[in-house]
């Protein structure tokens, strides 16, 4: 690891400015640090300043506020302060549940929302720095003849990352929007956050250079759940994810978002899951099932990871079913 300068920054605006004035050559934001301290550690970012925005806020307010059917989340607000959120637990679910078994404690308590958005994929060929991969400027994805067991199963290359972040499909559901600084706009819509490997290789979020997330605004949807399945319960990322939001007329569903982590380079909407929802009642276990059935839709597995489709739909189903407020896993 190369020596770096540290800098506080005292509002998010001059963190933008430090990023873009040419004070320093590669300077990097931190809010955390989880993901930054990887990268420098493991020889991936060659730093010569850290701009900490850790302790940064917006404003006076609580780093979770709620008013008219909106909920704000300031960008430094930790894993730990989601998951332990009676406005969330209350007013959308599948936030708090996405977050609430992320990572590890020790993790939960550092880790910020925007952080996790903006972590860098978990690719084994894009970490290990002898694997001169698509993302560093190679010219093969190695995921593609490799180990490929925990790759991309939508999307189609030419690099077969997930996206490993279990708040952005959350968000998605949620009709998230995200607030920015240092740039030309203030806010974007959370899928437009995102993009596939095909619109730029090299990073994974659409924010131009300086711009820094101040806050993130969704809407109420108490009726929303999440469901992950993993290898390992802690300290580990999951092997997919599923986040799903309701809009109910008694026990009918009127309309539903569906998205899946873990499993493409973005937040991966099922819009057929969604449309096969519509109409159904949420004690239709048999509807239910049908609609997480097509979850798989569209996937085009490589050679280790064909058993994520049947994951995912598992996965579904069970989003589904916490969502209209049911035990997922009931017990016999
Ligand atoms: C053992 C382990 C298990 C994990 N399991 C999971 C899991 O199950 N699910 C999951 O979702 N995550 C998991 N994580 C990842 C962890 O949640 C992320 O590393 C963490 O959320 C990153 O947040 P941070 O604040 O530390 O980000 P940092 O490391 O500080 O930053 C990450 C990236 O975001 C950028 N960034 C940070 N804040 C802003 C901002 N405001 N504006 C613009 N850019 C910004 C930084 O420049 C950097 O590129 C795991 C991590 C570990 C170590």
């Known amino acids: 690891m190369n020596p770096f300068t540290y800098v506080n920054a005292r509002s998010f605006k001059e963190a933008s400015e430090l990023l873009t004035a040419g004070r320093f050559k590669l300077p990097v934001l931190k809010a955390g640090g989880l993901d930054v301290v990887d990268h420098l550690k493991e020889g991936l970012v060659q730093a010569d300043a850290l701009i900490n925005i850790r302790r940064l806020t917006v404003d006076d307010k609580p780093n979770i ?3 008219s059917g909106r909920i704000r989340i300031n960008a430094t607000t930790t894993l730990a302060e989601l998951a332990a959120s009676p406005i969330l637990w209350k007013q959308a679910p599948v936030i708090a549940q996405a977050v609430h078994s ?4 020790q993790a939960r308590n550092i880790a910020t929302a925007a952080g996790n958005l903006l972590q860098r994929p978990r690719c084994w060929y894009y970490r290990h720095e002898q694997f001169h991969c698509l993302k560093k400027g190679g010219d093969r994805c190695f995921a593609l003849e490799g180990e490929n067991k925990y790759h991309a199963i939508f999307g189609g290359g030419p690099c077969h990352i997930v996206h490993p972040s279990n708040l952005a499909p959350a968000l998605s559901v949620c009709d998230a929007t995200v607030y920015v600084t240092g740039g030309t706009r203030e806010v974007l819509p959370i899928a437009d956050l995102f993009h596939m490997p095909a619109r730029g290789i090299m990073d994974e ?5 300086g711009e820094v997330v101040t806050h993130i605004a969704l809407r109420d949807k108490p ?3 999440f469901y992950a399945i993993k290898e390992k319960q802690s300290f580990d990322w999951p092997l997919v994810v599923a986040c799903v939001a309701l809009d109910l007329n008694g026990e009918t569903i009127t309309s539903a978002r569906v998205c899946a982590g873990a499993v493409a380079p973005v937040p991966w909407r099922l819009e057929k899951v969604e449309k096969a929802l519509a109409g159904v009642k949420t004690t239709d276990d048999e509807g239910i099932r049908a609609a997480a059935n097509l979850s798989g839709e569209g ?3 490589m050679r ?5 489709v049947k994951l995912l739909a598992a996965a579904v189903r069970r989003a589904i079913v916490r969502a209209a407020g049911r035990d997922p896993e009931p017990k016999a």
Do not use: I, R
């Not at 992320?102 to 404690?105: D, G, I, L, N, V």
């Not at 280790?304 to 994520?308: F, L, P, R, S």
């Open 205 to 209: 979020h659409n924010l131009t250079p």
């Open 299 to 301: 996937a085009s597995p």
């Open 102 to 105: 992320a990572a590890t404690p």
């Open 223 to 225: 009726n929303s759940g």
């Open 304 to 308: 280790d990871n064909g058993y994520k």
């Open 65 to 67: 506020s709620a008013a």
